[in-house]
């Protein structure tokens, strides 16, 4: 779990990409079933280096089992995307993208507290996982600037 230096692919320096991802405060995770159906779905999230997570949480949810986690079992792999819009200034439009090998763990401390470090609403009842780890080996980019 060393993380290592993604590639970047298009776009403005990988810095900026990076902290433009690390500081949004939503963003989402997009998985493919065993089959190639597509599956979307917003999260919470933590980067640190170039490492994703995110957790099942307290949240309320019909099954902690649930498709997201279903796909990345099958098939390893997870895109995230975060972005910023604003209907009013088009010079200010960016988006960040990361692509990487994905695995769903039982449990994870330093997934907890990097959540945590990051939501205070995690500080207050920390997720209790599964978590969602992913190793990003692609980082795309594009802002209006």
């Known amino acids: 779990m060393n993380p290592k230096p ?17 500081t949004a405060r939503i963003a989402r995770l997009a998985t493919v079933s065993a089959a190639g159906r597509p599956h979307l779905v917003p999260i919470t999230f933590a980067l640190v280096g170039s490492v994703v ?37 088009w010079s200010r439009l960016w988006w960040v993208r990361l692509d990487g090998s994905a695995r769903v763990l039982p449990q994870c401390e330093r997934a907890t507290e990097w959540l945590a470090a990051k939501y205070r ?23 209006h600037g």
Do not use: C, M
């Open 53 to 89: 997570v995110s957790a099942v949480d307290h949240k309320p949810k019909a099954t902690i089992e649930l498709q997201r986690l279903r796909n990345i079992r099958a098939t390893g792999r997870a895109s995230v995307l975060v972005d910023e819009y604003d209907d009013d200034d």
């Open 6 to 22: 993604p590639s970047v692919n298009e776009g403005p320096a990988e810095a900026d990409l990076l902290r433009r991802f690390a």
């Open 121 to 143: 609403q995690y500080r207050d009842h920390p997720p209790g996982g599964p978590f969602v780890w992913i190793d990003t080996d692609t980082v795309r980019g594009w802002n």
